[in-house]
């Protein structure tokens, strides 16, 4: 597609439920992040794709998060077990993958956990 | 490893008012700069970007940058802000030892008044 396109723009849960947030990068970018951003705050890091490589998770803040990304394409961020802290917007964000080349971010989704 | 201060979480200006945003950095390596705007509930998009020659780089609505290396800098300038103007602002650096990781800073919360 023309940009990163995440969906739901907005999910509101209940705790203790699970959310997957989807993450569908530019067509061909080898690379693709997942960031956090809570209300009023920088960009907090969870995870990182890099072509057929193991991913870097060094960010994911508990094993309640985790993601996968299937055929290189198509990302899925799935909370288990939902905490209110986990309130934020989930920035994605994909890249050619080349040293300079920076980033292509989504409009992200807007969690709320109630 | 790398990091990035932006030493204003918030900077208030009037509207037709210079302002600028500061952004140090520290890395042992040669590094690329970014600046990222993100209006109110949207995704970050690339403002601008230092890779190499000329260090004052420019985007398409008035704003500037300049790499200052020896003092390990990369402000961002506007001689005159407008209303629209108003967003957060990111400093993101790629250092060529870290793929294309992107450090971000906290932000700068840039709120033009009428």
């Known amino acids: 597609g023309a940009g990163v396109s995440q969906s739901p723009s907005n999910k509101v849960t209940e705790k203790g439920k699970d959310v997957e947030l989807r993450c569908d990068p530019i067509?061909?970018?080898?690379?693709l992040y997942w960031y956090r951003q809570s209300l009023g705050q920088g960009l907090e890091f969870l995870i990182y794709?890099?072509?057929?490589?193991?991913?870097?998770k060094s960010g994911l803040p508990s094993d309640r998060f985790s993601a996968e990304r299937t055929g290189g394409s198509v990302s899925t961020l799935t909370i288990q077990r939902t905490q209110q802290e986990d309130s934020a917007v989930y920035l994605c964000?994909?890249?050619?993958?080349?040293?300079?080349?920076?980033?292509?971010f989504g409009s992200g989704t807007r969690l709320t956990v109630v | 490893a790398q990091s990035v201060t932006q030493l204003d979480s918030q900077v208030p200006v009037f509207e037709e008012a210079p302002v600028e945003l500061r952004c140090n950095y520290s890395?042992?390596?040669?590094?690329?700069l970014f600046w990222y705007v993100q209006y109110p509930n949207q995704g970050l998009q690339l403002l601008l970007k230092?890779?190499?020659?000329?260090?004052l780089v420019e985007s398409i609505n008035g704003f500037e940058a300049e790499f200052n290396k020896s003092q390990t800098s990369f402000h961002l300038r506007k001689p005159s802000v407008h209303i629209s103007d108003t967003a957060e602002y990111f400093c993101?650096?790629?250092?060529?030892?870290?793929?294309?990781?992107?450090?971000f800073g906290g932000g700068t919360r840039l709120m033009v008044k009428p």
């Open positions: 964000a994909s890249s050619l993958g080349e040293y300079g080349y920076g980033y292509t």
């Open positions: 067509s061909g970018h080898t690379a």
């Open positions: 794709f890099q072509g057929n490589s193991a991913p870097d």
């Open positions: 890395s042992s390596v040669s590094v690329y």
């Open positions: 230092y890779l190499s020659g000329s260090t």
């Open positions: 993101a650096v790629s250092a060529n030892n870290a793929g294309n990781m992107l450090t």
